[in-house]
């Protein structure tokens, strides 16, 4: 030709690392592991208080677990939640066997995020936190709270359930290297 250079072509956009986005999958997975196994620490243990040198923090505990529950239902913005059945889910079944519920909250917290922090069966543990997350949204549609009170806990774990987090940095890894095709779907 005459020695003159075509058009060139535009770099290709560079497509994410699958190994990078696996770790920052599993750093999510066990931070939010982290979180729900110390609040369900903080419900078996009844503590509260978190005081490690200077940094001064809170969990919450069942007492607490149970007057935020009573509170949101029946009192936020002066007489409680607007939405639909859920006072009398909370009021006839929820309240009334609460010396069960709070060990059925404290045990999920502390079996989903332990499942989360060791990567087992990770899509299922994040699948049981999000059922509970979500109580918690629909307990606070009404309430008049920060838009995003609930949902900066709820689709990060929406996400951990769709995505097999639990195969890096996780037991769910062994289960998947086995060849075990009962092993390789969901919940692992």
Known sequence: ?????GPTAAPAPATPDPVMLGRGL???????????????????????NVEVG??????INR??????????TNRRGGDG????GLEALVNDVILPSYDVMQW???FLELGTGLALI??????GAALLALGQQLFLQVLYLSSGRWMFEQPHEWVPLLILTLVPAGRI?????RFARHGLRRWRGFPF
Not at 81 to 84: A, G, I, K, L, W
Not at 169 to 173: C, I, N
């Open 63 to 72: 007492a607490e677990a149970r007057g935020i529950l009573e509170f949101e």
């Open 118 to 123: 060791v990567g087992l069966a990770s899509r």
């Open 1 to 5: 030709m005459n020695g003159v250079a």
């Open 81 to 84: 939640t607007d939405v639909p």
């Open 169 to 173: 940095w996780g037991l769910d890894a």
């Open 104 to 106: 059925i909250t404290t």
């Open 26 to 48: 599993a750093a999510l997975r066990i931070f939010f592991g982290l979180i729900l196994f110390s609040n369900g620490l903080a419900k078996l243990l009844e503590f509260r």
């Open 54 to 59: 200077p940094y001064r923090s809170f969990l």
